[in-house]
């Protein structure tokens, strides 16, 4: 069997082909939004992402993949992923891309802020000079958002939130469940809140075109968590978690060519603030890791 080590170039290109694949769904369903409300993206794009899933557990057919044994939790994680999805899909809608995944992407530095009084992790005094610099890095983008946005930033900053709780739940649930048990929860309320949004709100049957890029959706949903999921079955999560700041360059990138947006000077600055403290506390984890 390969070591972790020798598994880490295909771990590698597995995880930045998952984060491309995540980030062009976003970039899609920014522009979704002209056409579909947020509960309509999540309810179409769901029922699609079954597809992998139903893959996924005919190749362990052995096993029933079904049956969690933490339903509960599985079901409050996947409350909070949906919570992310609705709060970071609403705010495409009024901030450039890049923008908002960059305020999402301090979830890590709340998730280690948290970690000492939810997980019992010893939180030291590196790792709260890293969790103060990511805050100001979010701080420093916020004011020219702020100014022009409204409480509107108030969305990507939920989402962070939401993030940071369910990547707590995740850490939980993975001594205890198959990653394909998870998503299938995932995928289900998520699904189901959609529904639950179109009730309230009302929907609209799709037009062709839009049938295809849902179905496209869903199957690059499916997939992407796979490929993401096997990335970390493959190596260290230490190797392969910097990567996951990829999807701002590739968020970047996106807005840029189809929308022609171009960040200020100071969100560039506050991005690399939050980068810097995500790749800072994941280099003490790893530190402390090896260590023990």
Not at 26 to 46: P, Q, T
Not at 123 to 141: D, N, S
Not at 146 to 155: R, S
């Amino acid at each position: 069997r390969m070591t972790p080590q020798k598994n880490a170039p295909r771990a590698i290109v597995l995880m930045i082909l998952g984060t491309f694949m995540l980030t062009v769904q976003d970039a899609v369903s920014k522009h979704l939004l002209e056409d579909f409300n947020v509960g309509e993206i999540l309810f179409y794009r769901g029922i699609w992402a079954y597809l992998p899933i139903a893959w996924f557990i005919w190749r362990e057919r052995e096993r029933n993949l079904l049956q969690a044994r933490k339903p509960a939790t599985n079901v409050v994680r996947a409350l909070l992923n949906t919570g992310a999805g609705l709060t970071v899909i609403s705010a495409y809608g009024f901030m450039p891309l890049a923008t908002a995944m960059a305020i999402m992407f301090s979830s890590p530095i709340l998730v280690s802020a948290l970690s000492g009084t939810l997980l019992g992790e010893r939180v030291g005094v590196t790792r709260w000079v890293a969790v103060l610099v990511g805050f100001t890095g979010v701080v420093l983008m916020l004011q020219p958002e702020v100014q022009a946005l409204g409480w509107y930033v108030a969305l990507p900053l939920a989402a962070a939130v939401f993030i940071a709780f369910r990547d707590i739940l995740t850490r939980q649930l993975g001594a205890f469940e198959d990653p394909t048990t998870i998503l299938f929860y995932t995928v289900t309320v998520s699904t189901l809140a959609g529904a639950s949004w179109m009730l309230a709100f009302g929907a609209s049957w799709p037009y062709p075109s839009a049938w295809g890029i849902f179905a496209i959706m869903g199957l690059m949903n499916g997939v992407a968590h796979y490929v993401v999921i096997k990335a970390f079955a493959l190596t260290q999560a230490t190797t392969l978690m910097p990567l996951r700041y990829l999807s701002l360059v590739w968020a970047g990138l996106i807005g840029y060519v189809i929308w022609g947006d171009v960040p200020q000077p100071v969100t560039i600055i506050g991005a690399a603030l939050i980068v810097a403290s995500g790749l800072a506390i994941l280099l003490r984890k790893s530190s402390d890791t090896g260590t023990k």
